[in-house]
């Protein structure tokens, strides 16, 4: 399971480091609106997605509170098919579709889950709270 902090599911976006820093201060500048993940990580960890409503605390390298988001939208799609207009969501400088599936694609498989066409992505949304 992950962590909690006041009952609420943590969101640790990234790796730790300077880019989980990087990823929190998107987020907490209100230039990140959305996250994606592996369906297999909710399996692994024996959690259920996220649903529209529920707050998530945001936090840094230690699993501190940086800040509360709300979700705003869940949805499971190939990675294939993960649209343009919630890829530029991430607010993370990708300038095409195409850049932020080779991003995220790489991302992936430096943590050992290379991804496909048909990879399941949890594609979440949410605003700072």
């Not at 799609?77 to 790489?106: K, L, T």
Request: aromatic share 6%; hydrophobic share 40%; with cysteine.
């Amino acid at each position: 399971m992950w962590p909690r902090i006041d009952g609420l599911r943590t969101l640790a976006l990234g790796t730790p480091g300077e880019l989980r820093a990087r990823l929190n201060t998107l987020v907490l500048s209100g230039a990140k609106t959305a996250t994606a993940g592996l369906t297999g990580e909710y399996a692994e960890e024996n959690e259920e997605l996220e649903h529209v409503g529920e707050r998530l605390a945001l936090v840094d390298d230690d699993d501190t509170l940086v800040g509360v988001v709300e979700v705003t939208g869940v949805d499971v799609v190939r990675f294939a098919d993960v649209p343009w207009e919630f890829a530029r969501a991430e607010g993370e400088g990708d300038r095409s579709i195409e850049e932020w599936r080779a991003g995220h694609g790489a991302y992936w498989a430096r943590q050992g889950t290379p991804v496909t066409d048909d990879s399941r992505i949890v594609c979440i949304r949410f605003r700072l709270v």
